[in-house]
């Protein structure tokens, strides 16, 4: 059986955490097993469907490197595969569905059905839902209701009886009573749009779906589907749900946990090989040790029997480290690539880049490169060797412990180290530095930090000698001026 398997997502919202994850999984079981990922955009929800969110699909994919075999701007021999350009299809399978006895048209119009819903909760009755008034018309009673000009929906007949179960490849067999599954659902509405169980799985079929790999919430629709398939005579594909991502507190992960589109990711500066490598770790793993996957790779040892029924667990911080270890594998030259576009959003560099901020970005990549974390940071931690800066607040100056007389002190001794730093290198300034440090009865750090947001404007920057010397003697000498002239006028 060659595998065939499909990512389906509504173009209701941005593309988020969970849904990449399961376009992931599938699209790597395809690959590790020769077989087609398929792209199908489920847009029967219309009033929610907008285009921002389908032009984020496509753009989400093409970040990650997820390429289908068919779907939109792809073909296929089972197309259209946008779920609006298949109505007539759905109607016709619909129709045949009441033709064969296995559903039924409904005449009940909301006004009804609003007031059942109400009867039923004031009464707190066991029955709750549509109460199958239509199931059983006469073809008299059906005319009538037409005669009204009502336009009826198509309910499928669910047994009253029996149990009805699937068998999923990561839970094992799950079954429920038919008197528990929701009583007639509606497969096609008045207004010709299908439900989305009738869609999703006449889709499945007639498109060749062998393998159903999707979220652990849609086990509940799985008797449902079962009993569809039944009604329409097809035998149902493999299904295996997956274990759902979870917050580091234990709760479904949203919004309230941080940002899960990955756009936002996208933007912030992560790599798409790192945000493929961590997601696809969220509830698979080829083994207890081994972290660092390339898409190539995953695209080989992927296998649904590595796939676990815990919960996955998204870290934030974890995915933040793996970006960080990514960057520090890309070359310089690549990396420049990558973070030029970030400076240049954000205002520190406007093109064209002149040659001298050339050779400062080229000086620069070898400090930073261990210490980015996101591509995005790169705009903070260096704009001051581009820009000027603005002398920060006299109090952010200041060690713990220290007052503003003794900074203004060392500062002081900080110019004159820095006016004489031209040829030493960092172990002659360290030892320096550290011989300034005793005599001044401070820690070395209490020296570093004020004359790094003198210079840099930031408690967080390359390293200082480093940031010195990128940024030159002439500037950095102004500043720690300024600084010290600042300073003096509160000290008095």
Same mark, same amino acid.
């Given at each position: 059986?060659?595998?065939?398997?499909?990512?389906?997502?509504?173009?209701?919202?941005?593309?988020?955490?969970?849904?990449?994850?399961?376009?992931?999984?599938? #699209?790597?079981?395809?690959?590790?097993?020769?077989?087609?990922?398929?792209?199908?955009?489920?847009?029967?929800?219309?009033?929610?469907?907008?285009?921002?969110?389908?032009?984020?699909?496509?753009?989400?994919?093409?970040?990650?490197?997820?390429?289908?075999?068919?779907?939109?701007?792809?073909?296929?021999?089972?197309?259209? #595969?946008?779920?609006?350009?298949?109505?007539?299809?759905?109607?016709? #399978?619909?129709?045949?569905?009441?033709?064969?006895?296995?559903?039924?048209?409904?005449?009940?119009?909301?006004?009804?059905?609003?007031?059942?819903?109400?009867?039923?909760?004031?009464?707190?009755?066991?029955?709750?839902?549509?109460? +199958?008034?239509? +199931?059983?018309?006469?073809?008299?009673?059906?005319?009538?209701?037409?005669?009204?000009?009502?336009?009826?929906?198509?309910?499928?007949?669910?047994?009253?009886?029996?149990?009805?179960?699937?068998?999923?490849?990561?839970?094992?067999?799950?079954?429920?009573?038919?008197?528990?599954?929701?009583?007639?659902?509606?497969?096609?509405?008045?207004?010709?749009?299908?439900?989305?169980?009738?869609?999703?799985?006449?889709?499945?079929?007639?498109?060749?779906?062998?393998?159903?790999?999707?979220?652990?919430?849609?086990?509940?629709?799985?008797?449902?589907?079962?009993?569809?398939?039944?009604?329409?005579?097809?035998?149902?594909?493999?299904?295996?749900?997956?274990?759902?991502?979870?917050?580091?507190?234990?709760?479904?992960?949203?919004?309230?946990?941080?940002?899960?589109?990955?756009?936002?990711?996208?933007?912030?500066?992560?790599?798409?090989?790192?945000?493929?490598?961590?997601?696809?770790?969220?509830?698979?793993?080829?083994?207890?040790?081994?972290?660092?996957?390339?898409?190539?790779?995953?695209?080989?040892?992927?296998?649904?029997?590595?796939?676990?029924?815990?919960?996955?667990?998204?870290? #934030?911080?974890?995915?933040?480290?793996?970006?960080?270890?990514?960057?520090?594998?890309?070359?310089?030259?690549?990396?420049?690539?990558?973070?030029?576009?970030?400076?240049?959003?954000?205002?520190?560099?406007?093109?064209?880049?002149?040659?001298?901020?050339?050779?400062?970005?080229?000086?620069?990549?070898?400090?930073?490169?261990?210490?980015?974390?996101?591509?995005?940071?790169?705009?903070?931690?260096?704009?001051?060797?581009?820009?000027?800066?603005?002398?920060?607040?006299?109090?952010?100056?200041?060690?713990?412990?220290?007052?503003?007389?003794?900074?203004?002190?060392?500062?002081?001794?900080?110019?004159?180290?820095?006016?004489?730093?031209?040829?030493?290198?960092?172990?002659?300034?360290?030892?320096?530095?550290?011989?300034?440090?005793?005599?001044?009865?401070?820690?070395?750090?209490?020296?570093?930090?004020?004359?790094?947001?003198?210079?840099?404007?930031?408690?967080?920057?390359?390293?200082?000698?480093?940031?010195?010397?990128?940024?030159?003697?002439?500037?950095?000498?102004?500043?720690?001026?300024?600084?010290?002239?600042?300073?003096?006028?509160?000290?008095?």
């Amino acid at each position: 059986m060659s595998v065939r398997v499909r990512y389906a997502p509504s173009p209701t919202g941005l593309q988020h955490i969970g849904g990449v994850r399961t376009a992931l999984f599938n #699209y790597f079981f395809a690959r590790a097993n020769g077989g087609t990922f398929i792209l199908r955009i489920e847009d029967t929800d219309q009033e929610r469907s907008h285009e921002e969110a389908l032009e984020d699909l496509y753009e989400t994919l093409a970040w990650l490197g997820i390429d289908w075999d068919e779907g939109p701007g792809r073909g296929g021999d089972y197309g259209p #595969y946008v779920q609006s350009q298949r109505f007539e299809l759905y109607r016709s #399978y619909a129709q045949q569905l009441v033709a064969d006895g296995k559903a039924y048209y409904c005449y009940c119009t909301p006004q009804r059905l609003d007031a059942l819903r109400e009867e039923q909760q004031q009464k707190k009755s066991r029955m709750q839902g549509y109460d +199958r008034h239509c +199931r059983d018309l006469t073809e008299e009673q059906r005319s009538a209701y037409a005669a009204q000009g009502i336009t009826p929906v198509i309910r499928l007949k669910v047994p009253l009886e029996g149990k009805t179960t699937f068998h999923d490849e990561l839970m094992g067999d799950i079954t429920r009573k038919n008197t528990d599954i929701s009583p007639d659902p509606v497969l096609l509405k008045s207004d010709g749009f299908p439900t989305y169980h009738l869609a999703n799985v006449i889709d499945d079929h007639l498109m060749g779906i062998t393998h159903i790999m999707r979220a652990q919430e849609w086990i509940p629709s799985g008797p449902l589907h079962i009993l569809l398939y039944e009604a329409f005579g097809w035998d149902p594909p493999k299904y295996c749900h997956l274990p759902m991502v979870m917050g580091k507190d234990g709760q479904k992960l949203s919004k309230r946990h941080g940002s899960t589109a990955v756009r936002d990711f996208r933007r912030a500066g992560y790599l798409p090989e790192a945000v493929v490598n961590y997601i696809s770790l969220l509830g698979w793993s080829y083994d207890d040790k081994t972290e660092f996957f390339t898409r190539e790779e995953l695209e080989k040892v992927f296998s649904l029997e590595k796939i676990n029924k815990a919960p996955g667990v998204f870290d #934030y911080k974890k995915l933040l480290w793996f970006n960080g270890q990514y960057i520090r594998q890309k070359p310089a030259e690549q990396l420049k690539e990558l973070i030029l576009p970030y400076l240049i959003a954000d205002g520190v560099l406007q093109e064209p880049i002149t040659a001298q901020q050339q050779e400062v970005i080229d000086r620069m990549i070898p400090i930073i490169h261990e210490r980015l974390r996101l591509l995005g940071d790169v705009s903070e931690m260096t704009r001051f060797l581009f820009q000027d800066i603005p002398t920060a607040e006299s109090a952010a100056f200041i060690p713990k412990k220290l007052d503003m007389k003794k900074t203004l002190e060392i500062l002081h001794t900080g110019r004159q180290m820095v006016e004489q730093m031209d040829g030493k290198d960092d172990a002659e300034l360290e030892t320096q530095y550290r011989e300034a440090a005793a005599e001044l009865e401070v820690k070395l750090g209490d020296i570093m930090m004020p004359l790094r947001v003198a210079v840099t404007g930031s408690t967080i920057s390359p390293p200082l000698f480093e940031s010195l010397r990128l940024l030159g003697s002439e500037k950095s000498l102004d500043r720690l001026d300024r600084a010290i002239t600042q300073i003096s006028k509160e000290v008095g």
